[in-house]
């Protein structure tokens, strides 16, 4: 006779895909509640620490673990590419963003770096701080990078989560009345292109899944040659840069080199791999969209609206022809 924890038990573990509870749930089940008398049984609950870890596996067993089925090691190895490629945008962005304001700041006279240096200093501790933490935290992005295809792991997980703490300063601020937001779709949007690759990396690169790795090229030179794309796309077009220009631009260089390698190949270069950039791709074009929208109409803004919906139709093309291909890929699978 099922007793009542045996019971709750069975449905915590209805977190677990079909696949990995017709293999382990009567092991599980007997584990948890196989040296507790009846009386017990019937009043007790499975812990929280229990039901934490169930779910944790929950996670990892949908996110291709050894012996998963097909599905779910596309679904995994999909994850975890987009964690990757989005985690790369963002440390370029990280590193070059802020060379470049130094170095404009340091070469045009002492007014203009005495106006650099007022951003963190004379607002009162917390808005110094959270200015300083703004310029310094994103550095996690590119710890996370290298952390990650260096197989330190934890790393990873700390410097993403670090990396996208700024963007949240904008909602807090708000909800506490300190400051109002200007432009809410944009910031919503810009959160949720820090935090979805970030919980990403954190649920697809756990300790059962194979380790990160690059399609093609070592982890320093593919970094190198993101931070030169992104760093000519600001210098070149100055006039429609914003926090998006650079990573939108250089997701379209990478995806189209993807697709070409992919081509050359004959073959996907990752299982996923077209869709998981066609999900970037469409979350860059979220931001853009929301970027642009409150200057549609305005004269003034001609001259930063002309490059930026160019960028917002080259992502639109290319979301499509990469989910077209991931779509084949799946197909064929």
Same mark, same amino acid.
């Given at each position: 006779m099922t007793t009542l924890l045996e019971a709750r038990? /069975?449905?915590? #573990?209805?977190? !677990?895909p079909a696949?990995?509870?017709?293999?382990?749930?009567?092991?599980?089940?007997?584990?948890? $509640? &196989? @040296?507790? @008398? /009846? @009386?017990?049984?019937?009043? +007790? /609950?499975?812990? !929280?620490?229990?039901?934490? +870890?169930?779910?944790?596996? %929950? =996670?990892?067993?949908r996110l291709g673990a050894a012996g998963a089925p097909r599905p779910y090691v596309l679904l995994g190895s999909g994850a975890r590419l987009f964690a990757l490629a989005a985690v790369l945008l963002l440390a370029a962005s990280a590193v070059v963003e802020?060379? #470049?304001? #130094?170095?404009? +700041?340091?070469? /045009? &006279?002492? %007014?203009?770096?005495?106006l650099f240096l007022s951003e963190f200093t004379g607002h009162g501790p917390l808005a110094d701080t959270v200015a300083v933490a703004q310029w310094v935290l994103p550095l996690g992005w590119t710890a996370a990078y290298f952390g990650l295809l260096y197989g330190r792991r934890r790393l990873a997980r700390t410097g993403v989560l670090v990396a996208a703490l700024p963007t949240l300063w904008p909602l807090v601020s708000? #909800?506490?009345?300190?400051?109002?937001?200007v432009e809410p779709a944009f910031v919503v949007t810009l959160a949720l292109l820090a935090w979805l690759p970030a919980l990403a990396l954190c649920a697809a690169h756990h300790r059962d899944a194979p380790a %990160?790795?690059? *399609?093609?090229?070592?982890? &320093? $030179?593919?970094?190198?040659?993101?931070?030169? =794309?992104?760093? %000519?796309?600001?210098? !070149? !077009? *100055?006039?429609a840069a914003d926090l998006v220009w650079g990573p939108a631009n250089c997701f379209v260089v990478g995806a189209l080199g993807w697709l070409l390698w992919t081509v050359r190949r004959g073959e996907p270069v990752a299982p996923g791999g077209a869709l998981a950039l066609a999900v970037l791709g469409l979350l860059l074009l979220a931001v853009r969209v929301s970027a642009v929208y409150p200057w549609l109409g305005l004269p003034e803004a001609a001259g930063y609206l002309g490059g930026d919906l160019v960028q917002a139709a080259a992502l639109a093309l290319l979301i499509v022809v990469l989910a077209v291909a991931g779509c084949r890929e799946l197909a064929a699978r």
């Open positions: 038990y /069975r449905t915590v #573990l209805r977190l !677990l696949y990995y509870r017709r293999e382990r749930e009567e092991e599980m089940v007997e584990t948890y $509640v &196989g @040296d507790l @008398d /009846r @009386d017990t049984q019937d009043q +007790s /609950r499975p812990t !929280l620490g229990e039901v934490a +870890s169930i779910a944790a596996l %929950a =996670v990892r067993s802020p060379i #470049l304001q #130094l170095t404009w +700041s340091l070469t /045009r &006279g002492g %007014a203009q770096r005495r708000s #909800l506490t009345g300190a400051t109002p937001i %990160a790795r690059l *399609p093609a090229g070592t982890p &320093g $030179v593919v970094f190198m040659a993101a931070c030169v =794309v992104t760093g %000519a796309s600001l210098v !070149l !077009l *100055p006039a």
